[in-house]
Nanobody, 125 residues
Framework: QVQLVASGGGLVQPGGSLRLSCAAS????????IGWFRQAPGKEREGVSC????????NLADSVKGRFTISRDNAKNTVYLQMSSLKPEDTAVYYC??????????????????WGQGTQVTVSS
């Protein structure tokens, strides 16, 4: 059974930092590309960052470059999204997703086979 559980969201002040976690189970992490996506109310889901065996870590959105970093802990079968210098515009529900057999990063939603439940991130003073 393939399962992704996203956690770590919450309320943070502008300029602050937050680390999101995506715990995977039921599959080997190396066989998948893992992506972080976010969706604000009334807006479409957009790619934020991804990690894969061949590409390593890559940002999918220009707005998060230099501020967000994706990483992986194979021992824990967990992918992280470290977010720094947070802005109110970063407020959204953040989702992690897995693309089976994808050794390269992709920002296309349809290429991902499994999705976590999402975790809310709110950036406000």
């Amino acid at each position: 059974q393939v399962q992704l559980v996203a956690s770590g969201g919450g309320l943070v002040q502008p300029g602050g930092s937050l680390r999101l976690s995506c715990a995977a189970s039921g599959f080997t992490l190396d066989d998948y590309a893992i992506g972080w996506f976010r969706q604000a109310p009334g807006k479409e889901r957009e790619g934020v960052s991804c990690i894969s065996l061949s590409d390593g870590s890559k940002n999918l959105a220009d707005s998060v470059k230099g501020r967000f970093t994706i990483s992986r802990d194979n021992a824990k079968n967990t992918v992280y999204l470290q977010m720094s210098s947070l802005k109110p515009e970063d407020t959204a529900v953040y989702y992690c997703a897995a693309a089976r057999g994808a050794y390269y990063c992709s920002g296309h939603l349809h290429e991902y086979d499994y999705w976590g439940q999402g975790t809310q991130v709110t950036v406000s003073s």
